[in-house]
Each structure stands twice: as C-alpha cells, then as structure tokens.
C-alpha cells in the first residue's frame, strides 16, 4: 500500500479512520463475526455446557449442550453427548442429535456423516443426499466438494457428479472457478469441469 503525504493531526485522523473501516470487514470475518443472515445469538459456555445469548447478554438458549456453533441458515448446530443436531433461534431442536459429524447449513442443506461416509440433510432433517462420499464439504454456487477413492470432484443439490473425482485437491467454487491441484500443479476449473488456467506449477 503507498501511503501519501499527511499534513495536519486532522488529515492523520481521516486517514487512519479510512483505513480502518477498510478492514473491519476482514476482521469480522477471520474471527468468525456475525454475517447478513446473523441470527443475533452468540454462543457462550457456562459450566462446561453451551448455549446462547443475545446481544445484550440475555441467555436466550440455556447453556445445555456439549458443543455449539454460530447460527446459518436460521439453524444452530448443538451437541449432545456425542451426536449432533440442529436447534432454532428460540432453542428448539428441529432436528434430534443422531450424527456423528456434521456442518452448519449453507444454502440450504448441511453436510452430514452416518457410519463414515458423507451426505447432506435438509432443514427437515431429511436425507437428500446419501451418505455414500468419502468425505464432503459444504455448497458453494450450487455445487460441493466430495472424495471418492482418494480423488476429488464436484456434484450439484441433487447429488449428481457434474466434475468427475480425479484431482489430488480442490476448493469450492467463487465467483464461477474452482482451484484445483493435480500432482505439483494448480489451475482454476469452471463449473463444467473444464480448465480456464493451468494446470501450472
């Protein structure tokens, strides 16, 4: 960054308040701050137990799991004694703890483990797409990340493979592309699969 030339302590104050609400937003997001869709809730732990509290510091959701994540899609993840399930901003659990990994949703569905493989639920708690992955990540653009056989590759909501599994590595996609590794090389994929850089060293 080049800084110019300040004259004055009140040029030096605008500057430094330019700059900071430059980065706020980066800030926010390395400490996993609120998004747009926050639901208000914050999780907190008291006696070893997790729970939630709004921005005044009012438990809205009594500290009683044994673990918790930041509301997404209007859902929070909670735990209970060793599975995972889902609760609503008033507390209620919408979908009983039976998993024993799992994700908060994006874009609807939340990716779910049953007996070491990967698949994703809706917020009904329903399977919509089998556990039958290696291993998953969540959507991003309409389509995620999954392994199979120790390769990677993409499929859309309705469990589809759209990019066949056949690289060492991959991203979700931003903004229409996909970083994906083969080997010591990496190039970026469109959402057909089909290289638009490298792949490079």
Not at 2 to 20: D, H, N, Q, R, S
Request: glycine share 14%; charged share 25%.
């Amino acid at each position: 960054m080049i800084f110019p030339k300040l004259k004055g302590v009140k040029m030096i104050k605008k500057y430094i308040l330019f700059i900071i609400v430059l980065l706020l937003p980066g800030l926010f997001a390395c400490q996993g701050g609120p998004s747009q869709e926050s639901s208000g809730l914050f999780i907190v732990m008291q006696n070893n137990k997790y729970g939630y509290v709004d921005q005044k510091g009012t438990i809205v959701i009594a500290p009683q799991f044994e673990g918790a994540w930041r509301f997404s899609d209007g859902l929070g993840m909670v735990k209970l004694g060793d599975k995972w399930g889902y609760v609503n901003p008033k507390g209620k659990l919408v979908i009983n703890p039976q998993f024993t990994e799992a994700e908060s949703f994006y874009e609807g569905l939340a990716r779910v483990s049953i007996e070491k493989k990967s698949g994703f639920i809706d917020k009904t708690g329903k399977i919509v797409i089998n556990p039958s992955f290696d291993q998953a990540e969540r959507f991003y653009e309409g389509l995620a990340k999954v392994e199979v056989g120790g390769k990677y590759g993409y499929i859309d909501k309705k469990g589809r493979l759209v990019i066949n599994p056949q690289f060492d590595d991959a991203e979700g996609f931003t903004d229409g592309l996909a970083r994906v590794t083969l080997g010591d090389k990496w190039g970026y994929i469109d959402k057909q699969g089909k290289y638009v850089w490298g792949p490079t060293n």
